[in-house]
């Protein structure tokens, strides 16, 4: 029997992940990480105990402020719009359950992550899940090769309604019905301003928001309070309604301009991973810029700048993107890999 290390958090999906590993015959030991504030474990440890499977504890806490935190607090202040889950996800919890795994002689590792693997050709690759609106492959770009040939994504291969169905079935009703938890984790349904501003010495100054003929059109409250594509806060014009176009943290300046301003027919895109070089020249190649928004329709262009910055050339303008952002490449439902857009 071979044995399988799940994270799991107390909801619906790393719950009915360990439980569908158990059924096919693996021996499943649980795993939680502690990654910000100490966990209650009284839920998840009754889950565990109702289906028999050992529970156990991983601290990462400070792999976690270092690696996930720090980076979301420094980026704000360099006019940045960072993607913590998706720093969380590579970086920090496959590989606290990497450890774990080799800790107990395990030779898998699993998570409720709606997304499948496949080997390509020997390499290993995500794969979208097959419901769309759960699909999580866009926050995993640059997971290793070692972690993702010992990877399980049972959840791949289901939606979420077919997940819930299946846990009422079992006699786990009350936890289908739970509502998911949304949003940065460690923000804990606060702002994100008020977060920063609390984890940082730094002083966010007011200074000039500029219009598009370099007239000073008001005052901004602090870089930080903007993000690329903003309208609250930002004075119109003659009536003419501006957003966000640039934050110039060097001059303490937020650029603003009209909305047709903000579309850009390239992108820049920095720190790139990818599984194979190779497959980013193919013809049918396309990006997502966003978790859940909109993104280009069509296939890209791509030129290599240098070992891990590239310049995107898009089938169509792309509004509002902004530095700090993920970008994930697809070739069809396959993940090739991703990089973080960078300031032009």
């Given at each position: 029997m071979e044995r399988?290390?799940?994270?799991?958090?107390?909801?619906?999906?790393?719950?009915?992940?360990?439980?569908?590993?158990?059924?096919?015959?693996?021996?499943?030991?649980?795993?939680?990480?502690?990654?910000?504030?100490?966990?209650?474990?009284?839920?998840?440890?009754?889950?565990?105990?109702?289906?028999?499977?050992?529970?156990?504890?991983?601290?990462?806490?400070?792999?976690?402020?270092?690696?996930?935190?720090?980076?979301?607090?420094?980026?704000?202040?360099?006019?940045?719009?960072?993607?913590?889950?998706?720093?969380?996800?590579?970086?920090?919890?496959?590989?606290?359950?990497q450890e774990v795994a080799d800790e107990y002689g395990a030779k898998y590792i699993a998570t409720g992550h709606y997304v499948r693997i496949a080997c390509l050709a020997g390499k290993y690759y995500i794969r979208k899940g097959i419901d769309p609106q759960k699909d999580q492959s866009y926050f995993l770009w640059g997971v290793s090769q070692e972690i993702l040939k010992?990877?399980?994504?049972?959840?791949?291969?289901?939606?979420?309604?077919?997940?819930?169905?299946?846990?009422?079935?079992?006699?786990?009703?009350?936890?289908?019905?739970?509502?998911?938890?949304?949003?940065?984790?460690?923000?804990?349904k606060k702002d994100y301003r008020a977060f920063v501003q609390q984890n940082t010495t730094a002083v966010c100054l007011p200074g000039k928001i500029v219009g598009p003929t370099g007239k000073v059109l008001g005052e901004h409250a602090g870089l930080l309070n903007y993000t690329i594509g903003?309208?609250?806060?930002?004075?119109?014009?003659?009536?003419?309604?501006?957003?966000?176009?640039?934050?110039?943290?060097?001059?303490?300046?937020?650029?603003?301009?009209?909305?047709?301003?903000?579309?850009?027919?390239?992108?820049?895109v920095e720190r790139v991973q990818v599984v194979s070089k190779e497959d980013l020249w193919a013809s049918d190649v396309e990006i997502k810029i966003r978790g859940l928004g909109l993104n280009p329709r069509g296939y890209v262009r791509i030129e290599e700048l240098d070992e891990c910055r590239l310049r995107v050339y898009l089938p169509e303008p792309a509004w509002a993107v902004a530095p700090g952002q993920p970008v994930a490449f697809y070739r069809g439902d396959i993940l090739l890999g991703g990089g973080i857009a960078g300031k032009d």
């Open positions: 399988v290390v799940v994270g799991m958090s107390g909801g619906i999906d790393s719950f009915v992940t360990a439980m569908l590993l158990r059924e096919q015959g693996y021996e499943v030991v649980g795993v939680t990480l502690q990654l910000w504030e100490k966990n209650d474990l009284t839920q998840v440890r009754d889950l565990c105990d109702k289906i028999n499977i050992p529970l156990f504890l991983k601290e990462g806490r400070s792999l976690f402020r270092h690696t996930v935190v720090e980076p979301f607090v420094e980026s704000y202040l360099r006019g940045l719009t960072p993607s913590p889950c998706c720093m969380c996800n590579r970086l920090v919890k496959w590989k606290l359950l010992r990877a399980l994504t049972p959840l791949g291969d289901y939606t979420k309604a077919q997940v819930k169905e299946w846990a009422g079935k079992n006699g786990y009703v009350q936890l289908a019905d739970k509502p998911e938890s949304m949003g940065v984790c460690f923000l804990q903003q309208k609250r806060g930002i004075p119109s014009e003659d009536g003419e309604i501006f957003y966000v176009r640039e934050i110039d943290t060097e001059n303490n300046v937020i650029l603003v301009a009209p909305r047709a301003a903000l579309f850009t027919g390239s992108i820049l």
